[in-house]
């Protein structure tokens, strides 16, 4: 039995969080397929685990998370890696994952799932959204500017947390070409030993047709 338990699915940017950092930091672990799909995280059987009723789900032992932050900083300190070294720094990094739950996450998870997955067209909805998600896009794309790492000067569970959806850029649908920082800063986490693409690291791509 693995030392960690996932609860995920490769379209969960949130699940891809703390899968890429587990598997960054080179941890035992194993992912248990959540039927996001088919309704699962609705069941009084998924919301005994999760009572809020969402992926990703991490259990350690008998220690059972949730909420990608909680599980990104609970990771960082059993780790000794990708956390604060300072108090200020762990302010700051509490501040972007904030910022990250709230407004980029928060946006863009939702546009996402309406055009890749409802296919609902270009909704009114849609388009508040959009206009959301590109307003948090160009305040991350100005912090990086001169810098390449969120926080400090190395990667930090501040960038895990900022990257989590970012990789689907062709299911956003959003142009990223005027968000250069954002690009090299993307090139960089790629760069990583261990980096693999959320498709690639949860089970559960593609969907069935």
Not at 35 to 44: A, I, K, L, N
Not at 163 to 169: A, I
Request: include cysteine; charged fraction near 25%; hydrophobic fraction near 40%.
């Amino acid at each position: 039995m693995a030392e960690f338990e996932l609860y995920c699915f490769a379209q969960s940017g949130n699940s891809y969080k703390p899968a890429l950092m587990l598997e960054l930091c080179g941890a035992d672990w194993t992912p248990r397929k959540v039927e996001f799909m088919d309704g699962e995280t609705r069941t009084d059987a998924y919301r005994d685990v999760n009572v809020m009723g969402e992926a990703p789900i991490l259990k350690h032992g008998d220690l059972t998370l949730s909420q990608s932050g909680v599980m990104l900083d609970y990771l960082a300190d059993h780790f000794g890696r990708f956390g604060a070294e300072t108090p200020d720094e762990k302010r700051e990094i509490w501040r972007w994952i904030l910022f990250d739950n709230h407004k980029l996450t928060g946006y863009t998870s939702v546009l996402r799932f309406m055009r890749a997955f409802m296919k609902t067209g270009e909704t009114p909805v849609v388009e508040f959204l959009d206009g959301r998600a590109q307003n948090a896009y160009r305040v991350l794309d100005k912090h990086l500017n001169g810098r390449n790492w969120v926080v400090g000067d190395r990667l930090t569970i501040a960038d895990l947390s900022l990257c989590g959806y970012l990789f689907f850029q062709d299911e956003i649908g959003i142009d990223f070409a005027e968000f250069e920082n954002i690009n090299a800063w993307l090139d960089r986490i790629r760069a990583l030993e261990g980096w693999k693409h959320p498709y690639d690291l949860m089970p559960g791509h593609p969907l069935p047709s």
